[in-house]
């Protein structure tokens, strides 16, 4: 039997719920302040038609943040260099670190709110274990290169989100330094495990 293609209204409502979603967490100060009857009264729905297309709270902030990241995702895995496949090894980590942070900057809201779900560990999530299966084999191809599992580990805790959070918001270091400062760590990270 062929798949049933959502009603029209249905993808409407979707598209309103996540963008009613999106502006609420980036109009609030603590993403934990944002409630399912607050995104439900700013995209006109009823509370069911959230619960019933997202399953929960969680559910929905996980569709919206892969919504968000479905581009970043098609330039890593599709797209020309840096991102793309083809792009020599070391260029390509850097280029990885920096969309993922680029993203996290931009879309600061959503990614506290996905990482501060509370339901389980950050590091159980699919996009999480998606970054980290990337990276990892990005690190595999580096000649002589050792630990690539545990390195994209401690590579992705450098862009987690509250840690941008913290030294965006709280210490007001500009966007350009940030970048800087992530890419001088990767390369120090990169050739240190190399040499090992």
Known sequence: M??????????R???AVLAAADELFAGRER???????DIAAAAGVGKATLFRGFGDRTGLIQALYEAR??????????GPPPLGPGTPPTERVHALLDALLCFKLDHRHLSLALEETGTDSPYRAAHYAWWH????????QLP?????????????AA??????DHLTD???MPRERLRAELAAYTAKVLTERSLD
Request: hydrophobic share 40%.
């Open 2 to 11: 062929p798949e049933r293609k959502p009603r029209a209204d249905a993808a």
């Open 13 to 15: 409502n979707r598209e």
């Open 31 to 37: 993403p934990e302040s944002v409630t399912m009857a």
């Open 69 to 78: 990241l479905e581009s970043v995702r098609h330039a890593i895995t599709e």
């Open 133 to 140: 299966d990337t990276l990892r084999g990005v690190l595999e």
């Open 144 to 156: 002589g290169f050792d630990g690539g599992d545990f390195t994209a580990h401690a590579l992705l």
């Open 159 to 164: 862009v987690r989100a509250d840690l941008v």
């Open 170 to 172: 709280r210490q007001n």
